[in-house]
């Protein structure tokens, strides 16, 4: 398998069922291995990881990267904070991000990640459970 990342500021402020995706292309299963989340404002708030079964109207793209420049094509899509709601299933994780600039938390998933299947509309999101939401960095770590 190969490794690819992508990660950026979020420019909408994510919600309860809204935020950054990470999506499937059919056909294509992924491996979730990493996902950090940090803070761009004083303001605590709390993040949570979610498998998504409807992903909503995905947000703008993010430019995703290989790690070995001789990877095959990326077949995964890394998206910003979607325009309307997923359906989302219960969180893998869930964190409270303390109210300075900088404070997160880095999450990893063994050797071989959180599996997500190649079928249509299907993926990982990052979203905000409860109180407000903030905005935050954050970034995707996976295999194809």
Same mark, same amino acid.
């Given at each position: 398998?190969?490794?690819?990342?992508?990660?950026?500021?979020v420019?909408?402020?994510?919600?309860?069922?809204?935020?950054?995706?990470?999506?499937?292309?059919?056909?294509?299963?992924?491996?979730?291995?990493?996902?950090? =989340?940090?803070?761009?404002?004083?303001? !605590?708030? =709390?993040?949570?990881?979610?498998?998504?079964?409807?992903?909503?109207? !995905? /947000?703008?793209?993010? $430019?995703?990267?290989?790690?070995?420049?001789? !990877?095959?094509?990326?077949?995964? %899509?890394?998206? /910003? %904070?979607?325009? $309307?709601?997923?359906? %989302?299933?219960?969180?893998?994780?869930?964190?409270?991000?303390?109210?300075?600039?900088?404070?997160?938390?880095i999450?990893?998933? /063994?050797s071989?990640?959180?599996?997500?299947?190649?079928?249509?509309? !299907?993926?990982?999101?990052?979203? =905000?459970?409860?109180?407000?939401?903030?905005?935050?960095?954050?970034?995707? =770590?996976?295999?194809?």
């Amino acid at each position: 398998m190969r490794g690819y990342a992508a990660g950026r500021t979020v420019t909408t402020t994510p919600g309860a069922t809204a935020g950054p995706q990470l999506e499937a292309s059919t056909g294509h299963p992924f491996y979730l291995v990493e996902c950090g =989340v940090f803070n761009t404002t004083t303001t !605590a708030f =709390v993040v949570s990881l979610n498998r998504y079964t409807v992903g909503g109207t !995905a /947000g703008a793209a993010i $430019t995703e990267v290989m790690e070995d420049d001789t !990877a095959t094509p990326i077949l995964t %899509v890394a998206t /910003g %904070v979607n325009s $309307t709601a997923s359906t %989302v299933g219960g969180p893998f994780t869930q964190a409270s991000i303390g109210a300075a600039i900088g404070a997160g938390v880095i999450w990893t998933f /063994g050797s071989k990640g959180l599996r997500c299947p190649g079928t249509t509309d !299907a993926g990982f999101t990052l979203i =905000v459970p409860t109180g407000t939401g903030q905005h935050f960095d954050f970034y995707w =770590v996976w295999e194809e």
